[in-house]
């Protein structure tokens, strides 16, 4: 029963990234860092999420192009953490990765989705109805539903996955593959601040 709570409060965390707010608690290292006190594993929580802060959203193209959704990257490792303890924090790392990266086309088409919204919103300016408040009530709650139900997929395919590649030679890759990946992040933060330095100069 705690798996909805814990979805429900991404969930909400998640509006500030998409319709509401603004106030970044959406960001993964925060999100990461709450869900993971909840669960019991703050530090692994706040670890994972300042991983993904590193790793997918600040070296991405600016633009249309949706990036893997951080809040869900966190909630789903966090989740495996609570389930399958620290020792596979690695392979929930890149577990919240591939289920953050899955929604970012879901996004995709909910972007697309809303524009029904904008559509209704002109309707209603036409006839002089400016009550939109009962359209952005609808707008958050089928974004709650739709990460939730997402969430909820997700977590237990990647939980069926994680119960056949419980070996600690796997684990072992997949810690050599966080190494390797915090390594060639943070050198290409070097070089893109070289380049910028250059540039300045």
Excluded: H, W
């Excluded at 029963?1 to 965390?13: D, G, N, T, V």
């Excluded at 289920?99 to 996004?107: F, I, L």
């Excluded at 359209?135 to 709650?144: E, G, H, P, Q, T």
Aim: charged share 15%; proline share 2%; hydrophobic share 50%.
């Amino acid at each position: 029963m705690k798996i909805f709570y814990f979805i429900l409060l991404a969930s909400l965390l998640n509006l500030d990234n998409v319709s509401a707010f603004q106030f970044l608690i959406s960001r993964p290292s925060f999100a990461g860092g709450i869900l993971g006190y909840l669960s019991g594993y703050t530090i692994e929580g706040f670890l994972i999420g300042l991983l993904l802060e590193l790793v997918i959203l600040d070296f991405t193209p600016v633009g249309g192009i949706p990036i893997p959704n951080g809040t869900l990257a966190a909630l789903i490792s966090v989740l495996l953490i609570r389930d399958f303890g620290s020792d596979f924090a690695f392979a929930s790392f890149f577990a919240g990765i591939i289920a953050g990266e899955g929604y970012s086309y879901v996004e995709k088409f909910m972007r697309s989705f809303r524009n029904i919204f904008n559509r209704l919103c002109e309707n209603m300016i036409e006839k002089n109805d400016f009550n939109f408040g009962k359209l952005v009530v609808y707008s958050l709650i089928i974004d709650v539903m739709v990460f939730g139900i997402y969430s909820f997929i997700s977590y237990k395919i990647l939980y069926f996955i994680f119960l056949k590649i419980n070996s600690d030679y796997i684990m072992k890759v997949f810690r050599l593959a966080v190494v390797g990946a915090v390594f060639v992040t943070l050198t290409s933060l070097y070089f893109k601040f070289k380049t910028q330095v250059g540039k300045n100069d």
